[in-house]
């Protein structure tokens, strides 16, 4: 009679085969978006966020010092970048308030 290996010991090729993709964690890795999930796209929220300010306040260096013919555009740019960084706060704050939900949560 074989003993059974331990569970390391045994490929995941062999795992997957017995069991679902969400019970064997390699595989899941494996399957994974290659855009690199949530803290991925956060990252990338954050950088387009930054970006937008960023552009804003050169335009309003601009202004400041005469270097612009369209101002319209430049307020438009400002009230963009304004808007998108209150989108931000916003969802941080809802992540911040399900986070601590969770953490009140009795198990």
Known sequence: MNPIPPVGAVPVEQL???????????ARAAAADPAGGFSQMVSQGLANVNEG???SQVGLQRIATGDTQN???????LEESRLSFQLMMQVRSR????YQ???K???
Do not use: G
Not at 16 to 26: G, I, R
Not at 95 to 98: I, K, P, V
């Open 95 to 98: 992540l911040l308030e399900a």
């Open 16 to 26: 997957s085969a017995v069991f679902p993709e969400d019970m064997v964690p390699e």
């Open 105 to 107: 949560m009795q198990i």
């Open 71 to 77: 101002v319209h555009q430049v307020m438009i740019q």
């Open 101 to 103: 939900d969770v953490m």
């Open 53 to 55: 300010l960023v552009a």
